[in-house]
């Protein structure tokens, strides 16, 4: 637990707030985590932020709990008593409703935090972390989240290019008529570059507008994902025809040619 920030943010607390008159938007959120010490220390600073918590420390009660009702967010361990959290964030994909999830794991190597991506955690915070940084990702997830809503509301209509179909609604993907498995993460990175064609993004503007934070020394995330998705939608990954790589600059999403009429 001492590996943990105990640092509090030092904004007025939720009861505080209510008697200021500042009503907290309060978005319901599953902790699933059996270090029970964590757990409350994670349960006291989110709370102090305004959300619900309700925390769970095994794979069986967090399965019951999504089961019975609606939430908001899932903040997630990986190695739990009974189902583990790969299982639980499994299942989480398999449901219509789109669910954040946030990964929380002592499990730290590349390998393991691009399987939990692949799995389809929206991010992964490696333990140790501050508590200033889970909160910031919280939030992060419900910013992306509330303006991937206003851009629905404007603009609901499918996507095609490059043999691409993208539904923001459905979010789902087809290339060249055939289904393709993304992340939510690597979709929410696809049709925003789909949305500006042409236009360059340099890694830390991604960071900001796609994950919805901005720290240095994370932009090899970014890569990572450009380089999933180029696997998934590219002819040849190696030489891409639709993300491009704009050498020092960041990457674009190419402007598609149209044949020309007789």
Request: aromatic residues 6%; hydrophobic residues 40%; contains cysteine.
């Amino acid at each position: 637990l001492e590996l943990f920030s105990r640092q509090r943010s030092g904004k007025l607390g939720l009861s505080e707030r209510k008697n200021s008159g500042v009503l907290p938007v309060a978005k319901k959120i599953l902790l699933v985590e059996d270090d029970e010490d964590i757990a409350a220390l994670l349960r006291l600073n989110l709370l102090d932020e305004g959300y619900q918590i309700v925390h769970v420390a095994d794979g069986a009660q967090a399965l019951r709990q999504l089961e019975k009702d609606l939430w908001d967010a899932v903040i997630l361990d990986l190695m739990l008593p009974g189902v583990d959290g790969l299982e639980i964030c499994r299942r989480i994909r398999q449901q219509t409703r789109y669910l954040p999830v946030i990964i929380i794991s002592a499990r730290a190597s590349e390998t393991q935090r691009v399987q939990g991506l692949e799995m389809g955690a929206d991010d992964y915070l490696a333990k140790p972390f501050s508590i200033l940084e889970l909160t910031a990702r919280v939030k992060a997830v419900f910013r992306r989240q509330e303006a991937m809503g206003q851009n629905l509301l404007m603009d609901a209509g499918r996507i095609n290019s490059h043999g691409l179909s993208i539904d923001p609604l459905s979010r789902d993907v087809k290339l060249r008529g055939e289904m393709v498995d993304l992340t939510p993460r690597e979709f929410d990175l696809l049709y925003y570059f789909a949305r500006h064609p042409g236009e360059v993004f340099s890694r830390l503007e991604l960071l900001d507008r796609v994950w919805g934070y901005q720290h240095d020394g994370y932009e090899h995330t970014v890569n990572t994902h450009i380089n999933r998705l180029r696997t998934k939608i590219e002819r040849d990954p190696a030489e891409p025809d639709i993300i491009l790589t704009v050498w020092g600059k960041g990457y674009k999403f190419a402007v598609e040619r149209k044949e020309a009429q007789p």
